[in-house]
């Protein structure tokens, strides 16, 4: 009676497994991929278009953009270079000297050079004015800042501080030959002769110097040379306040 029941379990055995491996290997739908396939193809595609109108499109506006950042920086440079240059004179205006004198001490510090400051003060400029007009003044200016230009290096640099109050760097000068060369300065402004209003005018200058080397500071070399300046116009006193010769 036993053997039967054996039977009878085995046969159930062997259905499960044959079921099991059945659902296993049960075969893929084919036909669903296949109708897949040409959509998958079709979004690729207009991807690829989609993306090469993109670079199509992109070219000419990053080649735009470079060109507005280039006259961008060419503009801000110009704005730099205004903001340091005495727009009637040309020439640095006191932030750009004090900018090339911090630059120079650098230097001069980095490699033991050495060099001279020269502030020069036109002597009879505000008489000019108030005789003759701004206009008048103006044209004194322009004729000592050429005179100043002419008389220095190209490695030198001249600039205004303000009003009647000009500098000059000079490199690689003793302390003789930096004095020296504030007595030609002033004398080649004295020399200068202008005409206003059928008058001969002269205008003068007063300079003074102070030495530039490793240990010096540019705030102070600047007062220094003021001082110096002020002393020189004090001995220039006796010289009338504005000589007018008619013509």
Known sequence: MKK????TAAKAKKGRKTSGSRTKTAPKRPAAAARRAPAARAAKETSKEASKKTKDISKPTIRGLRTK??????????????ADTDFLLDIPNRRGFERELQRAIAYMKRYRASGALIVLDV???KPINDSFGHGAGDEVLKAIAATLTRQIRASDVVGRLGGDEFALLLWNLSETDAKAKAV??????????????GQHVTAGASAGVA???????????????DAAMYVRKAHRRHE???RLVSS
């Open 4 to 7: 039967p029941k054996r039977a």
């Open 123 to 125: 002597d009879r400029l």
């Open 240 to 242: 009338p306040r504005i």
């Open 184 to 197: 030609i300065f002033e004398q080649a402004i004295d020399d200068l002769s202008f005409t206003f209003r």
């Open 211 to 225: 030495l530039l080397g490793a240990q010096s500071d540019a705030v102070r070399a600047l007062e220094e040379a």
């Open 69 to 82: 950042l280039t006259q961008a920086l060419r503009r801000v440079a110009e704005l730099e270079a205004a």
